[in-house]
C-alpha cells in the first residue's frame, strides 16, 4: 500500500485505539526515561510525592520540610500510586524519574482517546479520528508528558468532561443520568488535580452557550438550556463536590487551614493579578506563540478558523467554539503566562481543525491567513531543531549531530506538508504531520537534551557524592548555592540547604562525617569561616555546570573535615 493511500484510509479504521496509542507512545517515549528532572516544578512534584511514599502521609504535601500548600493532592496520589505499582511488580522506582511521569503521559494519553472516541458525536467519526492525530504531537502537549505534574492529567479530565458535555448539546433527550454522573465525577477528579481550572472550562462554554443560544427577542433572562437540565446540576454539582470534598476537609485540619489560605490568597491569586515567578505576559502573548505550541498541526487550525467562525450557527461548530474561545480569552486576561495554561482548548481547536480538514467544501482561508500558518510551520520545524544545535555549541562548544539530523526531519516535513496542501490534500497532510514530527522530536528529546552534560548539574553533583561517599544519608548532606529542587529528588529531601559559606562551616564542624557543596561564590567565606573554627578542609571534587533556571555558571566544590 502506497504511503498515500495508508494516509487517507487511516481515518476510516474501525479500530482507533491501537493506533492513535502506537502514535502517542512513538512521539511520546523519546526522552521520557532519558531526560533527567527538570527544574523546578517537576522536581517539586517529584519531591513531594516521593516524600508521600516515604512517610506514608498521603494528606499533607511536603518539599523537604517545608508545606507546599499550592495544588490540591491528586496528582501526587497518582505519581505515589504509579511508583507503588512499579514496585509491587519489582521495579524500582522511587528514585526514577520516569516512574512519576507516567501519570502525565498516561492522561495525555487519555485526553487523545476522549478528543477522538467522544468527539465524533461533535465532527464524525473521520474528522475525530484526525483530530486526535493532530492533538498528540502538538508540542506543548509533548512537552507535558515529559514533566511529571497535573497539566497532562488535568486535560484528560476536561476532555472527557467537554466531550460528555458536547453530547448533552446535541443530544440532550437521549444523554443519560450514567453519563450526567460521569461528567460531574470526572469534574471532581479534575478538583482534585487543578482546584477549580476543570469546573472552570464547562462553566465557560455553558454561559456561552446559554447567551448564544437565547431565543431571538427574548428577554436577556430566558435561556435556552435543555443540555443543562440534561447534565442534572441539581444533584451533580454535590456529586463534584463530594469526590473532592474529604481531602480538602482533612488538609484544612492538618495544616490549620494555612492550605486554604496559601494556595487561594497566595498562588491562585498571584497568578490572577502579577506574574508570578517571573512569568508575566502581554495579553495576546498565546496567540502569538500558538504556531509554536500547536506544532505541528497549528497550521491546519489556523486556516480553519475564518471558515469555523462562519459556520458557528451549526450546533457542533458553535459548541467547540464555546469551548474554545472563552477559556482563551479568560488565559489571555490573567496576568501569568505560562505556555501550558491554555492546554484544555486544544483538543476543541484540533476538532475544528480535522472538520475543515476533512470538508470538501471547506472555505478557504484568507491568503494572509494560508501564510502566516506556512511560516509558522516552517518556522518551528526547521528553527527548533536549529536552536537545540546552537545552545549545545553554546553550552559545550560542539556540533551535535542529532540536531543535524533533526534539521533534515524539519526540512522535509515542510516539504511533504506543502506539497501535500498544494493538491488540497489538508486531511492527508493533517495527519502525515503528526506522523512526520516523530523522527524530528525522536532526535531532540532523545539525541540532543539528555546528551547536554552541563545542564544537568543536579545528577552530576549527586553522582559525584556517591562517588566520593558512598552510602552517604542525606542529612549528613549540605549545599550552599543551589537550592534546586533537583537536587533534592536526586539526594533526597532531608539534604541540608544552606544560606551561606558560615552556615556550610558551621555543618560540617556540628557532627563527623559530612559533606558540603560550596558554590563559587561562597567559596572564599567558607574557607575563612572553616578556619576559624579550626577545621582542615578536605576537597573532594568540583562538579561545574550551568544553571538553566538562573542563566549562570556554577561551579560547585565538594568538602569535608579530615
Same mark, same amino acid.
Given at each position: ?68 500548600? =499550592? =495544588? ?21 522506582? !522511587? ?6 511521569? +507516567? ?35 502538538? /508540542? ?24 460528555? /458535555? ?10 443519560? &443520568? ?89 498562588? /491562585? ?12 505576559? &502581554? &495579553? ?44 482563551? +480569552? ?36 484568507? !491568503? ?195
Amino acid at each position: 500500500m502506497r504511503a498515500a493511500d495508508f494516509l487517507d484510509r487511516l481515518p476510516e479504521t474501525r479500530r482507533p485505539v491501537p493506533w492513535l496509542v502506537l502514535l502517542c507512545l512513538l512521539l511520546w517515549l523519546p526522552g521520557f526515561f532519558t531526560i533527567p528532572a527538570g527544574d523546578r516544578d517537576e522536581s517539586r512534584f517529584a519531591q513531594a510525592s516521593r516524600q508521600m511514599v516515604e512517610t506514608h502521609d498521603y494528606v499533607r504535601i511536603r518539599l523537604g520540610e517545608v508545606e507546599r500548600n =499550592k =495544588k490540591p493532592a491528586g496528582i501526587h496520589w497518582l505519581q505515589a500510586g504509579a511508583v507503588h505499582a512499579l514496585e509491587a511488580v519489582g521495579i524500582p522506582a !522511587r528514585t526514577q524519574i520516569w516512574a512519576y511521569r +507516567l501519570p502525565s503521559l498516561i492522561g495525555a494519553l487519555i485526553a487523545v482517546l476522549a478528543t477522538c472516541l467522544l468527539g465524533r458525536a461533535l465532527v464524525g467519526r473521520r474528522a475525530a479520528f484526525l483530530a486526535a492525530a493532530m492533538l498528540a504531537p502538538c /508540542m506543548v502537549l509533548l512537552v507535558e508528558t515529559h514533566i511529571a505534574k497535573t497539566d497532562a492529567a488535568l486535560l484528560a479530565t476536561i476532555t472527557i468532561a467537554m466531550g460528555l /458535555m458536547g453530547r448533552a448539546y446535541l443530544t440532550p433527550d437521549s444523554f443519560t &443520568p450514567r453519563q450526567a454522573a460521569a461528567f460531574w465525577a470526572v469534574l471532581g477528579a479534575g478538583v482534585l488535580l487543578k482546584g477549580p481550572i476543570a469546573p472552570m472550562i464547562p462553566l465557560l462554554a455553558g454561559v456561552t452557550l446559554s447567551v448564544m443560544d437565547r431565543p431571538a427577542g427574548g428577554p436577556w433572562w430566558r435561556l435556552s438550556a435543555p443540555w443543562l437540565r440534561a447534565l442534572h446540576a441539581g444533584w451533580g454539582i454535590p456529586l463534584m463536590v463530594l469526590c473532592a470534598a474529604p481531602w480538602f476537609v482533612a488538609i484544612g485540619i492538618a495544616t490549620e487551614g494555612r492550605f486554604f489560605s496559601e494556595a487561594l490568597g497566595g498562588d /491562585m491569586l498571584d497568578k490572577v493579578s502579577s506574574g508570578e515567578e517571573a512569568h508575566w505576559g &502581554p &495579553p495576546g502573548m498565546y496567540t502569538a506563540i500558538f504556531g509554536i505550541t500547536a506544532f505541528p498541526s497549528a497550521w491546519i487550525v489556523l486556516r480553519s478558523l475564518p471558515g469555523s467562525w462562519a459556520d458557528r450557527m451549526q450546533a457542533p461548530v458553535r459548541f467547540l467554539l464555546a469551548w474554545a474561545v472563552p477559556t482563551w +480569552l479568560l488565559f489571555e486576561a490573567v496576568a501569568t503566562k505560562l505556555p501550558h495554561y491554555t492546554l484544555p482548548a486544544f483538543p476543541a481547536l484540533m476538532l475544528l481543525g480535522a472538520r475543515w480538514a476533512m470538508d470538501p467544501l471547506r472555505q478557504a482561508a484568507p !491568503r494572509w491567513i494560508a501564510w502566516l500558518s506556512v511560516a509558522a510551520l516552517a518556522g518551528v520545524a526547521v528553527g527548533l531543531p536549529l536552536l537545540a544545535g546552537a545552545a549545545v555549541f553554546r553550552v559545550e562548544g560542539r556540533f551535535d549531530p542529532f540536531a543535524i539530523a533533526g534539521v533534515g526531519a524539519g526540512i522535509f516535513l515542510v516539504w511533504a506538508l506543502l506539497r501535500m496542501a498544494g493538491q488540497a490534500q489538508w486531511g492527508r497532510a493533517a495527519l502525515a504531520g503528526a506522523i512526520l514530527a516523530i523522527p524530528l522530536y525522536a532526535c531532540i528529546l532523545e539525541g540532543v537534551i539528555p546528551r547536554i552534560q552541563a545542564v544537568w548539574l543536579s545528577p552530576r553533583l549527586a553522582a559525584q557524592v556517591a562517588a566520593v561517599a558512598p552510602g552517604l544519608p542525606a542529612r549528613d548532606f549540605g549545599v550552599v548555592g543551589h537550592h534546586e529542587p533537583s537536587l533534592q529528588f536526586a539526594m533526597g529531601g532531608d539534604i541540608r540547604l544552606l544560606r551561606d559559606g558560615a552556615a556550610a562551616a558551621d555543618f560540617l564542624a556540628d557532627a563527623p562525617g559530612r559533606i558540603v557543596a560550596v558554590n563559587d561564590r561562597q567559596e572564599a567565606a567558607f574557607r575563612r569561616a572553616a578556619a576559624d573554627r579550626g577545621l582542615t578542609l578536605r576537597e573532594l571534587g568540583t562538579v561545574t555546570g550551568l544553571n538553566y533556571v538562573r542563566g549562570r555558571w556554577v561551579a560547585m566544590s565538594l568538602f569535608k573535615v579530615e
